[in-house]
């Protein structure tokens, strides 16, 4: 069964500190790699995504992504992290000629001061 | 842009009731969904539109309904509402099979008491 997984509920950081929010996956193929993040009573915003190519993607306000093709990852990474970074974060997959996403449960990011 | 549009904010029903969530987006976009939100489960797709008079179940379709007549609106029906359904809903569109990403709706809390 296709699936995502994001093994930490919850991931602390220091404010300036480096982050690391952590996502690998189960889909055949060369699946469509994507990072959501949510603030509070808000919905889903685009983060950063990966096609093809290059394996360090980067994205808005400062993230990027490394793809692992041979571990099927997708890790979140920011250099320093800020406290308005504090979200939850989710991790999803789209196979390449489908419609359909798969999410991961959310990895909930608190940055402290 | 207004890009996808969700209605209501929130919305409280007592069990048995009927309501509809309305979803609207203004892309052009072929694909539509409906997801719920929960703790600890991420989200959970309950139906999804590939186009104009095409649905197609989800993860999690019982107690809903869908329609799609027109490429901009997706509304969600729940039948009876029960308290199990409780959650926050959220709609996302997005253009295809190809490389973009999912566009949501700020959500719908819904209680059910």
């Known amino acids: 069964a296709q699936s995502v997984a994001q093994p930490e509920d919850q991931v602390n950081v220091a404010e300036g500190n480096p982050l690391t929010v952590k996502c690998t996956y189960s889909v055949s193929g060369n699946p469509y790699l994507f990072w959501y993040v949510q603030y509070p009573n808000r919905g889903l915003q685009f983060l950063l995504k990966y096609i093809t190519g290059d394996n360090l993607v980067k994205g808005s306000y400062g993230f990027e992504a490394e793809f692992n093709k041979s571990q099927t990852s997708f890790h979140l990474k920011k250099p320093s992290a800020l406290v308005s970074d504090s979200a939850l974060y989710f991790c999803a997959v789209r196979d390449r000629g489908t419609y359909k996403y798969i999410f991961g449960t959310g990895t909930r990011l608190k940055v402290l001061a | 842009n207004a890009g996808v549009t969700q209605t209501p904010k929130f919305q409280v029903l007592k069990t048995g009731q009927s309501m509809t969530l309305q979803c609207a987006q203004d892309?052009?976009?072929?694909?539509m969904s409906w997801y719920r939100q929960d703790p600890g489960m991420g989200l959970r797709l309950i139906h999804y539109s590939v186009g104009a008079g095409i649905t197609d179940q989800g993860e999690v379709p019982n107690g809903y309904n869908v329609s799609r007549s027109t490429t901009e609106d997706f509304p969600l029906r729940l039948l009876s509402a029960a308290p199990s359904q409780t959650s926050v809903y959220f709609c996302?569109?997005?253009?295809?099979?190809?490389?973009?990403?999912?566009?949501f709706g700020q959500g719908t809390r819904l209680t059910v008491v």
């Open positions: 892309m052009n976009h072929e694909y």
């Open positions: 996302a569109s997005s253009p295809g099979t190809g490389e973009g990403g999912a566009f």
